[in-house]
């Protein structure tokens, strides 16, 4: 089924230079001098859009005004579009009448998202969350679906409303009921068509096709038709940049690193779409923090995050950035980010496995170890990264774990089938010896063993010891030895058993 959303930012030049996630206030945009957007806050003031510099300050003096900022606005839009290039490839921009649009085609996605409910509700989601407000309109037309979202935005009730008429005949319905203003090739012939009578699409539908294209061109019966399916629509999709390196101003100086997490969570909501779009997940990504300028200039701050898996999904990469944000004390004020996609990797296609894992599948272990270690620091979380020894202080050798997955096993690895601890002591502790036997709180009773290792000839250090696995009274296990060659009985303590 061919579906398509249309998604209409009403409020984008005022969004660009104050996101939704901004702290309350009266803001307002000019263009030529006059009011084009407000805040509620400034429009409970009483500024109106149409309303001249003079009046509005004259209205309400505590209002800021901010010139339009047109390329902010076309950057934002293309960060929109990467950000829903997530949900399906097929992504274009919708400005013929100078308004913030866009149009994604959807009919191949339904299944996967969970139908058209859902995947509207994820599409206004994601926009929301990049600091813009949407409305949103449905159909089996692309021209039809942009103007039931404009027709939400001259009558929304509330955020993210939605209009959707998925077969054509609920569709025409739909717009025969919109003012023909909407038709943007209609706009330069409003005096005309409204002298003549006609106020809605459905009245421009019945005009005479021959007589409104000598007075209105052939524009208008176009757009006309492509709304109702009438006519073959063709569009330049949007594509994903080779690289991802997006940076973004933010509108006020963040003194606390939390109080990024908005500005953050955008950034990676774009790295997703495009990750998606690339069939790409990323193993490797940099959040560089710019501070002040000029005189008194400090170095930008740079978190580096390192994935013990490639990954692709928002959010788990904003836990780990998150986790890493709340150890972070910022040097100074933070007043623009950049995020880069540092080592990628093909996206890996999903299990087909008929029954899930026991205890979770392998990634979900290794995203275990990447929040533990966002949240305890890379040294705090260990794995093992045995050597090819058999004196255990040396094989028993630790690392990172985000760098266990990029770890290549080495092919001279000794492999023991002996029973060995866990838990080594970094010093063997020497036992006292009661009746030739090795004491450490009550008497040890050799279980197994020994475990003899004679090794070390070539290195100077050479161990020759016989290990047992002793237990105490109370039923605990532990790892102890003794030299082969000491004319003393000495006995050591080398490691427990959990």
């Avoid at 933070?334 to 008929?354: D, G, H, V, Y």
Wanted: aromatic share 6%; glycine share 8%.
């Amino acid at each position: 089924m061919r579906l398509w959303i249309g998604l209409h930012l009403p409020l984008l030049p005022l969004e660009t230079l104050r996101p939704r996630w901004c702290e309350p206030g009266m803001h307002a945009v000019l263009q030529r001098d006059s009011v084009m957007a407000a805040t509620p806050d400034a429009l409970a003031a009483g500024v109106r859009p149409g309303m001249r510099r003079g009046g509005a300050l004259a209205i309400a003096p505590g209002v800021s005004l901010h010139e339009r900022d047109v390329k902010r606005e076309q950057d934002a839009l293309q960060s929109v579009a990467l950000t829903l290039l997530q949900y399906t490839p097929h992504v274009v921009l919708d400005a013929l009448d100078g308004e913030a649009g866009l149009l994604m085609e959807v009919g191949a996605s339904l299944r996967l998202f969970g139908g058209p409910r859902a995947l509207c509700r994820l599409a206004c989601d994601s926009v929301m969350a990049l600091g813009f407000t949407p409305r949103i309109g449905m159909a089996p037309t692309a021209r039809g679906a942009g103007l039931l979202a404009r027709a939400r935005s001259r009558n929304a009730r509330h955020e993210g409303s939605t209009i959707r008429a998925l077969k054509i005949s609920s569709l025409q319905r739909c717009l025969d009921a919109l003012p023909f203003e909407l038709l943007p090739a209609a706009q330069a012939h409003a005096d005309l068509l409204s002298g003549i009578g006609c106020v809605t699409l459905g009245d421009l539908r019945r005009l005479p096709r021959a007589g409104l294209q000598r007075r209105c061109g052939k524009q208008v019966a176009s757009e006309l038709d492509q709304a109702y399916g009438d006519a073959a629509e063709l569009f330049e999709w949007i594509e994903a940049p080779s690289v991802f390196s997006k940076r973004l101003e933010l509108p006020d100086r963040i003194e606390h690193a939390e109080g990024l997490l908005f500005a953050v969570r955008r950034l990676l909501a774009e790295m997703t779409g495009w990750l998606v779009a690339r069939h790409l997940a990323v193993s490797r990504f940099t959040l560089q923090l710019e501070h002040e300028r000029g005189r008194s200039a400090v170095p930008p701050t740079m978190l580096e995050v390192a994935l013990a898996e490639a990954a692709w999904r928002e959010e788990h990469l904003l836990k780990l950035l998150k986790e890493r944000l709340a150890r972070l004390t910022l040097a100074a004020p933070a007043i623009a980010l950049r995020l880069e996609a540092a080592q990628l990797s093909p996206l890996a296609p999903a299990s087909e496995s008929l029954f899930p894992e026991p205890g979770g599948t392998p990634a979900d272990y290794r995203r275990l170890l990447e929040l533990l270690t966002a949240r305890l620091g890379e040294q705090a979380v260990m794995t093992p990264a045995p050597v090819a020894d058999y004196r255990p202080e040396i094989r028993n050798a630790w690392q990172p774990a985000t760098q266990a997955q990029q770890r290549q096993a080495r092919p001279d690895t000794v492999e023991s089938h002996a029973e060995r601890p866990f838990w080594l002591l970094a010093e063997p502790v020497a036992l006292l010896v009661r009746e030739h036997r090795p004491f450490y709180g009550s008497p040890l009773t050799l279980l197994s063993g020994p475990e003899r290792i004679e090794c070390g000839w070539w290195d100077d250090a050479f161990a020759a010891r016989d290990y047992y696995i002793g237990m105490d009274a109370d039923g605990a296990c532990y790892w102890v030895c003794r030299e082969r060659f000491d004319l003393e009985e000495r006995w050591f303590l080398h490691g427990l058993f959990a």
